[in-house]
């Protein structure tokens, strides 16, 4: 993890995420408190919890985007989860320890790239060296006898003879090729596992997905992969082979190790529509099913042991950070044990004209900065006036004031209807610069925006 200051974080942040400024500090906080705590004595870190933040407002205001950046920018495992796919416990639907589950698997993927990477280098010399063997004719596939051969049940070990003069010489003429490029298009035959495809019964029955494959996993453990044999190209046998010698040289036991240690100290868990499971009151009382959703999420929250197929992960000190609109409810209606479990809460603004224009052109994944990367590909150059740009940005406020509030999500509804026509023929425009301007935008946008029914279903 960078070691960074709240204000270098939210500069970082800044620099994709337009205005909200309070959220960005709070979570720039609770970002830095995690590296204030590991530098405590044992005893005074463990009483430290994380002090989780409850993030309100509408769509398309940052939300989202504000936990997901935060998460890569400190390399942590972080999880996007909707509140509205679970269910308490007896309905049918995810169980909400399955979000520490997925948690943990985002974090032993995360762990296996970073051990990919350091061991590539050693595993392309063992790899190269295991080619030119197959192509020298010194290591060839087991042809298998039995039935038990096909999976490599009660097969010898391979061993490797060491290579005679004759064949050494062999060797390095092959090798010297091999460098050059002089091989990548000859044939060879190498061994491949096969992946076994997942028992169709086995998924999409009302929750059993999760039994069905943990069922698959532990028969996948037990039985050896059946290996088959492929003709390949060099440069593809290159590739597969990198991976096997990969795989071969990965400490499992220390990848799963810290996965598990880095879910419990950086994980990041984003629960959002969290305003969805507020129980409310109706004829029949209250509504239990969705408050029962917010009591099986809570001991998560609070703090418990989650048993996962690569050992148990504590979650007392996983950052949830929660979000909801709450247009319909209010916090103040979660269950009082939920709401002191985020102490941190945060309303976030909704967008203005200004806001919108920034949104356009200021962030490094600004939307037009991605429409002209994506027309450039085709030698088409696309300009845009101020007042093009002012004009999409009024456009898009009024249109979020008249209908439904989307946040800056508006403004790709709004930059496809402008560019449609010049997408479609960017071939016809080649090696030529496009200039968009306020009449353009208007030109394109004034026809559905005097059919108000029209605007609504395409705007």
Do not use: C
Request: charged share 35%; aromatic share 6%; no cysteine.
């Amino acid at each position: 993890m960078k070691n960074l200051t709240p204000q270098q974080i939210v500069a970082e942040l800044d620099r994709y995420i337009v205005g909200q400024h309070r959220a960005k500090k709070a979570v720039a906080i609770a970002l830095r408190n995690r590296q204030r705590r590991r530098n405590l004595p044992p005893e005074l870190r463990d009483e430290i919890r994380p002090k989780n933040i409850l993030m309100i407002g509408p769509t398309g205001v940052g939300k989202t985007e504000i936990a997901r950046r935060l998460a890569r920018l400190v390399n942590a495992p972080f999880l996007k989860v909707e509140a509205t796919k679970f269910t308490e416990v007896g309905y049918v639907g995810r169980d909400v320890e399955s979000i520490i589950k997925d948690l943990t698997e985002i974090a032993v993927r995360m762990v296996k790239e970073e051990k990919t990477a350091a061991l590539r280098e050693k595993a392309r010399e063992n790899a190269e060296r295991r080619l030119l063997r197959i192509l020298a004719g010194l290591e060839r596939p087991k042809e298998a006898k039995s039935p038990f051969d096909l999976f490599g049940v009660f097969a010898p070990e391979k061993t490797q003879s060491v290579p005679d003069q004759e064949e050494q010489i062999k060797l390095e003429t092959l090798r010297e090729r091999y460098r050059r490029g002089d091989l990548e298009a000859e044939m060879v035959q190498i061994e491949v596992a096969e992946t076994p495809p997942v028992p169709s019964g086995m998924v999409g029955i009302g929750g059993l997905d999760e039994i069905g494959q943990g069922l698959q996993e532990f028969f996948s453990a037990m039985l050896p992969k059946k290996m088959s044999l492929r003709q390949v190209t060099v440069a593809e046998a290159r590739e597969i082979l990198i991976q096997q010698e990969t795989e071969k040289l990965i400490d499992w036991d220390d990848v799963y190790r810290e996965a598990i240690t880095r879910v419990e100290e950086s994980g990041i868990v984003f629960l959002d529509e969290i305003d969805k499971i507020v129980g409310g009151y109706s004829e029949n009382g209250p509504d239990v099913s969705r408050e029962g959703v917010q009591r099986d999420i809570l001991p998560i929250v609070e703090g418990t042991t989650v048993w996962t197929k690569y050992g148990p992960v504590k979650t007392d000190y996983i950052l949830f950070i929660a979000a909801g609109a709450f247009h319909v409810s209010k916090p103040s209606e979660l269950i009082p044990e939920f709401q002191g479990r985020f102490p941190i809460r945060v309303e976030l603004e909704s967008l203005t004209v200004e806001d919108f224009e920034r949104i356009l052109v200021e962030p490094e994944n600004a939307l037009l900065r991605q429409e002209k990367a994506l027309l450039e590909s085709e030698g088409l150059h696309l300009e845009f006036t101020k007042e093009a740009i002012k004009a999409m940005a009024e456009l898009a406020y009024r249109l979020n004031k008249e209908n439904e509030n989307i946040g800056a999500r508006r403004l790709y509804t709004i930059l496809e209807q402008v560019l449609e026509e010049i997408s479609f023929r960017a071939f016809e425009y080649r090696g030529q610069t496009v200039r968009i301007d306020e009449k353009f935008v208007r030109e394109r946008l004034d026809p559905i925006l005097k059919t108000t029914d029209l605007s609504r279903y395409i705007l």
